[in-house]
């Protein structure tokens, strides 16, 4: 019997991966993230069950070996988050790469049609039985330029939304796909050409602040940002810049570069001291959710499936599909 220890665990998680119990592995849910110091929770465990906001960096690869910890599993695609290269050699990192894309794709558009047609505002509004349309005017989608940057499985899928409503997509990635529905363009193009550019490619060392005040001043004037891979491939500040100066007409943010300690937590009751979130929250032509766009029944059982699956190939000596590297 192996015992997995599961960090940052919410009751979407447990729901998913409860009854998955077998005599092959035991089930621990702790609800702190996993780091430097929760590391010790994971004594006695043969896996560690991680997500986005976990932070693995070489303390705790460290510790992990030290307690004789083999596997780590990510309940998420990007890995990010854990120091792949110090892992290299000490302990197996196995993600799920292949849930839902639909998940995160819908949720880019949610947030892309909530902005554009004020629908934050209007919610608010009609509550408190205002039903003035002063300050809700939008812009029809069709034939507007989506800028697509990253063309994986997410990206593609977003890419055909857009399609549906008959935009014009374009698209950046340094390994294009056949299966991308719009036409390819480099940066530059893209970054001036596009209505709405939306994000989809991963972090990385390299591409941290990927848009930062260059990129901005290139974009055209008026232009919407959405961001739903990872909050670091935006420089907040110049977005708020941007922002201010009406340059960028409206941001989605499902994913921001200081999320780590707030996001997916209730801090409702206290004042953030954030600065720069507490000012970009507070703009009316922002909208940020808490790193949600995963979260659809379809994505958990999907991430559920395959996290199973990634333990039965590592503790039962199979091909590693998933191996992060
Ligand atoms: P994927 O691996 O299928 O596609 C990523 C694409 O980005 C690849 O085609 C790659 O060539 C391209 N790319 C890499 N570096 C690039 C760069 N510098 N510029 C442009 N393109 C670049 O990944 P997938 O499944 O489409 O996910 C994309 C990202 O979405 C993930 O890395 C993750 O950060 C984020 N994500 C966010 C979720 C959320 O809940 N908000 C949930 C799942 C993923």
């Given at each position: 019997m192996k015992t997995i220890a599961f960090f940052d665990t919410k009751s979407y998680d447990k729901l998913s991966f409860s009854g998955r119990e077998?005599?092959?592995?035991?089930?621990?849910?702790?609800?702190?993230?996993?780091?430097?110091?929760?590391?010790?929770?994971?004594?006695?465990?043969?896996?560690?069950?991680?997500f986005v906001n976990d932070n693995i960096n070489r303390f705790v690869i460290d510790k992990l070996c030290e307690f004789g910890v083999k596997l780590i599993v990510l309940r998420c695609a990007g890995y990010n988050n854990v120091d792949i290269k110090y892992a290299k050699g000490k302990i197996t990192v196995l993600r799920v790469p292949d849930y839902s894309p639909y998940s995160v794709a819908e949720h880019t558009m949610a947030l892309l049609l909530m902005l554009n047609r004020k629908l934050h505002r209007a919610y608010i509004r009609t509550r408190d039985h205002n039903f003035s349309l002063e300050g809700l005017c939008g812009f029809d989608l069709h034939s507007k330029t989506a800028g697509i940057i990253g063309t994986g499985r997410i990206g593609r899928v977003f890419g055909e939304i857009c399609k549906g409503f008959s935009m014009n997509v374009l698209g950046y990635d340094p390994y294009p796909s056949n299966e991308f529905v719009g036409e390819y363009v480099d940066l530059d193009t893209l970054l001036k050409t596009a209505d709405v550019i939306s994000l989809h490619c991963p972090l990385t060392k390299e591409n941290r602040f990927f848009i930062d005040q260059s990129a901005i001043e290139k974009m055209k004037n008026g232009a919407y940002i959405v961001n739903t891979s990872r909050g670091m491939l935006i420089d907040t500040k110049a977005l708020i810049t941007?922002?201010?100066s009406g340059k960028i007409a409206g941001a989605g943010l499902d994913v921001y570069e200081e999320?780590?300690?707030?996001?997916?937590?209730?801090?409702?009751?206290?004042?953030?001291?954030?600065?720069?979130?507490s000012t970009i929250i507070s703009m009316p032509n922002v909208i940020v959710s808490s790193h949600q766009a995963f979260l659809t029944k379809e994505a958990l059982k999907d991430i559920a499936d395959t996290t199973l699956y990634n333990l039965d190939s590592f503790f039962e000596g199979k091909e590693l599909k998933n191996q992060v590297l």
């Open positions: 077998n005599d092959k592995y035991s089930f621990k849910f702790f609800e702190s993230k996993l780091n430097e110091n929760t590391v010790s929770m994971a004594a006695c465990c043969d896996a560690v069950c991680v941007g922002l201010k999320e780590t300690h707030l996001f997916f937590e209730d801090y409702s009751d206290e004042v953030i001291h954030d600065d720069v979130l």
